[in-house]
């Protein structure tokens, strides 16, 4: 007979909250809402990708200067690079909050910064890569103050 802790059951629960929370509808549903959000404003399709990283803090005390950085897997060399990166923060009053553009051979395919945030939201990053395509991804941001008022 196996005998349950305390601990054992906590570390369960907590896996189970977790996968649920990962492959939520919600999740499912917000991440529909970013590709159409690119869509109506670049009039291209985007495609996730694993290329492009944002990393941002998932909790964050002041939506004022939330650090952000972002880079893309690319050697940047003529035949593949990418032309620029558009960070989008759709719960903002202006929803394009920076724009980065690179030059193949003579850039690295990275930024550090800081962004303001209205409020909580998935923080979109888009990347046009030489070749026309749009990779994306997203970043869930918690803040506590508005930045932008």
Request: aromatic share 6%; charged share 20%; net charge neutral.
């Amino acid at each position: 007979m196996m005998s349950l802790t305390r601990r054992d059951v906590l570390i369960a629960g907590s896996a189970g909250f977790a996968g649920v929370a990962l492959f939520s509808p919600l999740s499912a549903r917000a991440n529909d809402e970013a590709l159409e959000l690119v869509k109506q404003l670049t009039g291209r399709t985007a495609t996730e990708s694993d290329r492009l990283h944002l990393i941002m803090p998932a909790v964050f005390p002041t939506g004022y200067t939330v650090p952000m950085s972002l880079d893309i897997d690319s050697p940047m060399t003529e035949p593949d690079h990418v032309r620029q990166i558009r960070v989008f923060a759709p719960q903002n009053p202006i929803i394009e909050v920076a724009s980065f553009h690179f030059v193949p051979q003579r850039s690295l395919p990275r930024v550090s910064t800081r962004i303001r945030l209205a409020k909580p939201q998935h923080v979109i990053a888009v990347a046009e890569m030489n070749d026309g395509n749009l990779l994306m991804t997203t970043a869930w941001v918690d803040v506590a103050t508005n930045g932008c008022a």
